[in-house]
């Protein structure tokens, strides 16, 4: 009872109000005067040097009037705040200053950085990415799957040990659980929200940008366990140059021999594991805030994400084309970064010097002392013993 009078009296006096106010004469504020700079000062502006006055001189002749300032603020001057740099280093500056980012027009930094990002990274990234799967969709659709041209000998040859699988997985999986999610956040509005919605897109891409903030340094750790795991095998040999001038082989249809890992995934390993790999994963942290001691401004996050776009959109490009060849590209490929082990007739056909050195003894074809056995159903044995 008591609540409804107070509310029917709170109406009242607010209608009341609402009258009253409707009702006076315009005089009857009397004392509030406007505050229009033209009828304060109207000849102001024509002081030749109006343009160039300064804040506190334009509020000398019109009072009120913060131009000056607000053209600074626009232009990104920083201004003075009582703030710790360290701390808040961009405290007094509201809006950034002009910058010209690569592919942007002069402007302030928010909106060359959107320029970039809107008008190259997502577009040309997107296209990069359907041009190299359509490419992959060809290739597989006139050449079919490698297929090996001898018979298995079910001798095997020890191809990766179990440290090198899981270092190869663990970064795998954290690869694709980053190439997924930011692909999702990057172009999923223009596949996947006019399909879902906004609401369920908006909580699918904050579910996705967790994940890839915490698959990213997983993928920075194993990055560089792969990295220190297969950087010997990958270093340049003077074979690699034939086998890059005959192109592998792709079109003679006769593959070029090769070490352990042919010339291109050598170019697979230097461009797109070790350059393009820690490119991401540094710009990664920097977005991330991971990187002790560095001050994080707008224009760090802003270089970092551009830096961060580019390098993920050509990695991604490069992995596409290894993720096609270690599953359906190539019979045997994933087998053996499954189980470790490759029968003899795929390591000669595909890594032909790299089978001599195991059939001359250079290399032993075990290198794990107690493998399990790796294909159970067949009378495989370990080519150490076999063959060697
Ligand atoms: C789903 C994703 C992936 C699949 C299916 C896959 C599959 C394979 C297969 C089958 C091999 C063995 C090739 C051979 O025997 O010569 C291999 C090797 C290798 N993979 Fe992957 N991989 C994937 C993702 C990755 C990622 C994300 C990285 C690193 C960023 C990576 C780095 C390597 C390296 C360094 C090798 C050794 C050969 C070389 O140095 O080029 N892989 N992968």
Known sequence: MMRRLIFTLAWGWMALGAVAQTALPADAVAGVKSANIFQVAPGADTDPKYKDQTNAERGQVQPGNNAPMWRQVGQGVT????????????????????????????????EAWRQVRNQWII???GSLLLIVLGAVALFYWRKGTMELHGQETGRKIERFTPFERSAHWANAIAFVALAVSGIVMAFGKFFIQPIIGNALFGWLSYALKNIHNFAGPLFAVSLVIVIVTFVRDNLPRKEDITWLLKGGGMISGTEVPSHRFN??????????????????????????????????????????????????????????????????????????????????????????LWYDDIKSGKIPAQRTVTAPSPTPATTSTPASSASV
Not at 90 to 104: R, T
Not at 289 to 316: D, F, W
Not at 335 to 351: I, L
């Open 263 to 352: 010339a291109g995934e050598k170019l697979l390993f230097w461009g797109g594991v070790f350059f393009l790999g820690l490119v991401v994963v540094a710009s990664g942290l920097v977005l991330d805030k991971l990187v002790p001691g560095l001050i994080y401004e707008r224009s760090t996050m802003q270089i970092a994400n551009m830096v961060h776009g580019v390098a993920t959109c050509l990695m991604m490009a490069m992995f596409i084309g290894h993720i096609y060849m270690g599953t359906i590209g190539m019979r045997g490929a994933y087998s053996a970064m499954r189980d470790g082990y490759v029968d003899e007739t795929w390591a000669k056909e595909h890594h032909e």
């Open 79 to 110: 201004g003075y705040s009582s703030l710790p740099l360290s701390q808040a280093p961009e405290a007094g500056n509201l809006i950034q200053k002009f910058v010209q980012y690569p592919g942007s027009r002069l402007t302030n930094a928010g």
């Open 123 to 125: 577009p040309y990234g």
